[in-house]
């Protein structure tokens, strides 16, 4: 230690010159020695990445603004040419750049500093990249280069944070392009691999700038998804090789917050700070506002938390509103989301583009605060009743459960998930014993009564991914997720336990319930409607049990025979 009281560490350590450190000697000394030398070392890799960061920033951000110069420079000397209107087209796209830089530096930073935390959830890649690439094209109408891609005709999930996947497949393709001659071609390649699946971005020529701040967020954005990203040198079509796990190790996404009571949850989409700010205070009284610079801000809200309604601007970077509406209306979790869209220009184009797209009311600027509240209010109010409609349509009046119809939406897409991820899927039908003696006996209104009940003893057993609903009469089915035939036999076994312990009481007489209850598995020979083929043997299975004496559980044979897995 020297005399202002610091330990000094030599560069190179000798035993006989080492003193003692944090007043120990001998193992414990060394130890603490080596880790300080490791931290060291660490301290100045950090710094060298910093420094490779901002030689990376300056290089990205000279060629645009050395073009802006250089435009501004003929601007001047054609101030009223046809020439100068492509001058200021050229200025906006390189002005556009530079801050897409400046978002992508911002970006790179929160990933070093590992504050950028993930939301996964399964992603389709397949219909991802094809309406990426769309994109592209529709945007790269003036070099016409051509963006083939090579993709798998059958559907590829993982899991992933959709936004930032976006963000990073977007940038890989526009570099392509960019790096692309005019007319040419690149190419793009989606490979479903057993541990992972590859996405080849192959450019028509050599880059025009040396790779920078938007490939290195790229690499921060695959490494977070546990996956890498290589540039391979293939003479001269180099090409960017995006290799993604199917399950990464993820960080749990943060609980939605919950809405203030009484007030309606609104986002606001505006890549002005002093829009969203005027409409913050102006809206803040009667709405819980939440803001957003841009449409693909405004997804990453939408998937984390519920809203009412969202009211959008038309034209931002990085994601413009109508790309933001398409890509909330194609997402389950969003597509009943009410979207308000605003804008400038108020032309019929524009206008029956955002409602064909899904936009539920369009409203040009400028606008007053009383209209813009009354069209909030009016979209409310839509969106209340066309839910209560819903669930009217799709509920069973007499039990509460789901109807016939929400059944068979449901079987659908209970089906395709166990499919594409190969999942079991079980499910169950119950019939209700000797309802007609109850009937004859003593009227249909016991019979509702002993129906209600029995429905009420298969909701108090449903987990909250299960799906009960009534299937017509006395009869029920249920769809059980995630769950085998001998899974859903124990189901099956509790929910005659307790129906043995209820009964009902009607004009002074107690009348004991009972069911008779048959189980099937999705299998993999149910190719052929897999739905109607399941909930048919379903039906054959409670047959099986009436035949036995009622009161029973019943497993369909095939599904004795079946894997957990179905295809």
Do not use: W
């Not at 990376?56 to 020439?83: K, V």
């Not at 450019?203 to 391979?232: F, I, M, N, Y």
């Not at 499919?419 to 009227?443: F, H, S, W």
Request: charged share 30%; hydrophobic share 40%; aromatic share 2%.
């Amino acid at each position: 230690m020297n005399e202002t009281g610091t330990h000094e560490i030599p560069t190179e350590p000798r035993e006989a010159e080492s003193p003692p450190v944090s007043g120990l000697d001998g193992p414990r000394a060394d130890l603490d020695a080596t880790h300080l030398f490791e931290l060291n070392r660490r301290l100045r890799e950090l710094a060298q990445r910093r420094d490779d960061l901002l030689s990376l920033a300056a290089a990205d951000l000279r060629a645009p603004t050395a073009s802006i110069l250089r435009q501004l420079r003929q601007l001047r000397a054609h101030p009223s040419s046809e020439t100068a209107r492509h001058l200021i087209d050229a200025l906006g796209r390189q002005a556009r750049r530079v801050a897409a830089l400046a978002d992508g530096l911002r970006a790179l930073t929160t990933i070093e500093e590992g504050r950028l935390q993930l939301k996964c959830r399964p992603t389709e890649l397949v219909s991802l990249l094809s309406r990426l690439i769309e994109q592209c094209a529709r945007k790269d109408r003036a070099n016409a280069v051509e963006l083939a891609c090579e993709l798998p005709a059958y559907p590829v999930t993982l899991s992933a944070d959709p936004a930032r996947l976006q963000g990073a497949l977007t940038a890989l393709l526009e570099e392509a392009i960019r790096s692309t001659p005019h007319q040419g071609r690149a190419r793009v390649r989606l490979e479903a691999l057993p541990a992972n699946v590859r996405i080849t971005v192959e450019t028509g020529g050599r880059p025009k700038s040396p790779a920078g701040v938007e490939l290195a967020v790229c690499r921060g954005l695959a490494e977070l998804h546990g996956g890498t990203l290589e540039l391979v040198d293939q003479g001269d079509e180099p090409a960017a090789v995006l290799t993604l796990p199917y399950a990464p190790a993820e960080e749990p996404a943060p609980p939605p917050r919950e809405p203030a009571k009484g007030k309606p949850r609104l986002l606001v989409v505006d890549d002005d700070p002093d829009v969203r700010e005027a409409l913050a205070m102006m809206l803040g009284d009667d709405y819980e506002v939440i803001l957003a610079r841009d449409g693909q801000e405004a997804m990453e809200a939408a998937f984390l938390t519920r809203l009412d309604v969202v009211l959008m601007d038309l034209f931002m970077p990085r994601m413009d509103g109508l790309a933001a509406l398409e890509a909330l209306r194609g997402d389950p979790l969003t597509e009943q989301v009410p979207v308000i869209l605003i804008s400038g220009r108020g032309d019929d184009l524009t206008r029956s583009r955002s409602l064909d797209l899904g936009a539920i009311d369009f409203m040009q600027k400028p606008f007053s605060g009383r209209e813009l509240k009354a069209r909030i209010e009016r979209t409310l109010r839509l969106t209340r009743r066309e839910t209560q409609l819903q669930a009217l349509a799709r509920t069973d009046p007499l039990t509460g459960l789901a109807n016939l119809r929400a059944f068979r939406s449901r079987l659908a897409d209970e089906v395709k998930r166990a499919c594409r991820y190969r999942t079991p899927l079980a499910c169950v039908m119950v019939d209700m014993d000797q309802l007609k003696p109850i009937n004859d006996e003593l009227g249909h209104g016991a019979g509702d009564i002993a129906i209600g009940s029995l429905a009420h003893v298969i909701q108090r057993e449903l987990r909250e991914t299960d799906f009960g609903a009534r299937y017509g009469g006395d009869e029920f089915v249920v769809l059980l997720p995630h769950t085998s035939a001998d899974e859903a036999r124990v189901f099956a076994e509790r929910v005659l336990t307790r129906l043995k312990q209820t009964s009902i009481e009607v004009s002074g007489r107690r009348l004991p319930l009972g069911a008779s209850i048959g189980i099937a598995a999705l299998g993999e020979e149910l190719l052929d409607n897999p739905g109607d083929a399941l909930v048919r043997r379903a039906d054959e299975a409670l047959y099986m049990a009436k035949r036995a004496g009622r009161g029973m559980v019943s497993t369909h044979p095939s599904s004795d025979a079946q894997a957990a897995s179905p295809p």
